[in-house]
């Protein structure tokens, strides 16, 4: 007697309902939560002229809670993203954003800079575990075909936040101060918490996934993670030049963002006359364009392959090269004085910066074992916040004296340089065709 071979997975679908490119979900509750960390972490930039009033802070103390906050994410990185590969992208992120939330809410009793830079440390210590988590996230759900693409959508999580950090915060803190205004964030952040430890779960055990996709995602056969104690993970990595093609290009490219971050609304206030009322009508464009950079990237490397028969890392290269060359918008910038017009050149170097950065993140994915690719974006990161860590130092110290516009401008040619790390250790010496690489 003949059975239908359709009769068991039939059975078993209509059991639990069964969600499409459910990958594609996931991927977005993730860049919620991404938009989250950086709206809590984006709340100090905003309320900074406010903030040193209130506390009485100087620019250079202002520089050092700034500081606090990029140490911590320098150090914690790696950590953080050797907690993810140990535990898994649910659990470690999971713990890492109640932490956070948390460390948000008590900004509102802070009484002194001193106080701030504290919680700012512990906050970046946890607020470290996004840019691991974001490679995490783009391996565990994507087969590589679709990687650079997926790591331009997740990068849309780290500028949308942002993006939407002026208006949020300028309406919590018009409504019930700058304390409000940590508080309001801080609580969105455990509304997000409580979505992702509902809604995620893994590829392998997610109850909501079709045997198809689930197949589709693993279609690359990759071999099971391997799992390392931190120390060893560290050593086994920093042995690779491969690391070092995608950091130093980072070290040279997160300057640019922690200035559009933390420095911009003291920028357009000290040096091009703005009040609170337009910054915030004005700071968010930046981070609107660094949105559609994200957006852009992914699919840049598909015109890069179909017109010049780039390899999949060769057109990741390419996208990100193209960054670089947009960057060259901040020290063009420094040449004009139409404030609006200012601000459309800084757009174009976050619209340029978030190509690089969602590049970076895909040639980590593309690059690295599973078992080891949050932990590699860990170190990435970390290398990019030594640059930021630096760099804001540099800018309190210097800004009250020479101002901000020779700094714009290093920042503009700082990533034409690290394309160049990019090109000699990343890029494939070969063709798509004579490689035989699948695009």
Known sequence: MHVDSNTKPVAAVTSR???RNLRWWMLALFLLGVTVNYITRNSLGILAPELKTSLNMTTEQYSWVVAAFQLAYTLFQPVCGWLIDVIGLKMGFLICAIFWSLMCLLHAGAGSWLQLAILRFFMGASEAAATPANAKAIGDWFPKKERPIAAGWAGVGFSLGAMLAPPIIYV?????????AFLLSGAIGLVWVALWAFLYHSPETHPRLSDEERAFISQDN????????????LKIIGKDKRFYGIALPAFLAEPAWAVLSFWVPLYLANERGMDLKQIVMFAWLPFLAADLGSVASGYL??????????????????????????MLSLAAMTQVKDPYLAIALISIGGFGHQIISCMLSALVVEKFDRGQMATVNGMRGSCAWI????????????????????????MGFFDLIGAIFLVIWIADRRSAKDSGKTQ
């Open 301 to 326: 490397t598909k015109l890069y392959t179909r017109w010049f028969g780039c390899t999949r890392v060769n057109s990741v290269v390419a996208s990100s090269v193209t960054g670089a060359v947009l």
């Open 222 to 233: 990759e071999p099971p993670a391997v799992r390392l104690p931190f120390f060893r993970a």
């Open 387 to 410: 640059a930021s860590f630096i760099f804001s130092l540099i800018i309190g110290v210097t800004a009250d004296t020479v101002g901000f516009n020779p700094l714009f401008i290093a």
């Open 172 to 180: 919590a803190h018009i409504s019930f101060g700058w304390q409000g």
């Open 17 to 19: 309902r069964i969600f």
